[in-house]
């Protein structure tokens, strides 16, 4: 079995790390850069940096605060907001990202998915989805511009159709669990990881060790992003790995 991840999640605005419930009740948190370079240290396998308002705010992401955080990690660094062209994919790679995950401009302009891993491989494509339940029992659907917007789109569906178009990973984030600290959405993590054949990180409620282990094993998630816990320092990285590892499931050290 390939080894699971452990991924912190800087969500950044105006250049410093957010945080917030529902994707409302934003909070500062912290310095990306300073952020970035203690998950190295902690010993996380990958970082997540998006620029939370970039797509609303209708802008290209902050390059500089991109290029500093990724002079800090020696882990691989995927980068999102506000990302609405192959140029654009260009200038996040250049600044030293690993990935790019889109999000609106996908939903948007679904042939940038299929321009973008064409031109970088499907390994840069990381397609975010931002998804919740609306009055339909067994229904996600997908919201875009930080959670504003509700497309109609069904999540599931739609992670189908990026998949194809050939997107290399999904991050799901559940905007009914984000921030909430009461667990991720293990039924939407599960279905999607039983629906396609890419890997599937999860995203939203994680509150404690026991969250991380449900939705790697239960939820099969391939990794499981975090943000509060880790900023806060409610939970350490590499306690966590020792947690997962005592009951079986593969991390890397």
């Not at 998915?113 to 031109?119: F, N, R």
């Not at 990285?237 to 079986?248: P, Q």
Request: charged content about 30%; aromatic content about 8%.
């Amino acid at each position: 079995m390939l080894a699971k991840r452990v991924i912190p999640c800087l969500d950044v605005r105006e250049g410093i790390v957010v945080k917030g419930k529902k994707f409302k009740d934003i909070k500062n948190v912290d310095d990306p850069v300073k952020l970035a370079k203690y998950y190295n240290e902690q010993g996380a396998d990958e970082l997540v940096f998006y620029d939370i308002t970039a797509s609303h705010e209708k802008r290209k992401i902050m390059l500089d605060v991109v290029e500093r955080t990724a002079e800090e990690v020696f882990i691989p660094l995927t980068v999102g907001g506000g990302i609405k062209s192959i140029d654009d994919f260009t200038q996040i790679l250049r600044a030293g990202a690993d990935k790019v995950s889109i999000n609106s401009a996908a939903v948007k302009n679904p042939q940038l998915i299929k321009d973008a891993a064409l031109k970088f491989g499907s390994q840069c494509v990381v397609l975010s989805i931002d998804a919740k339940k609306v009055d339909k029992k067994d229904k996600w659907e997908v919201f875009v511009n930080g959670g504003r917007i509700n497309t109609g789109l069904d999540a599931i569906k739609w992670a189908k159709s990026g998949v194809e178009l050939g997107a290399g990973e999904i991050v799901i984030n559940s905007i009914d669990t984000d921030g909430i600290k009461n667990g991720y959405d293990i039924e939407l993590v599960k279905r999607l990881s039983l629906e396609v054949d890419v890997p599937i990180i999860a995203s939203g409620g994680a509150g404690k060790k026991e969250d991380f282990y449900q939705v790697l094993s239960e939820g099969k998630a391939s990794g499981a992003l975090a943000a509060s816990v880790f900023h806060f320092k409610e939970i350490f990285i590499d306690d966590l790995k020792e947690y997962l590892k005592s009951k079986d499931i593969p991390v890397r050290r």
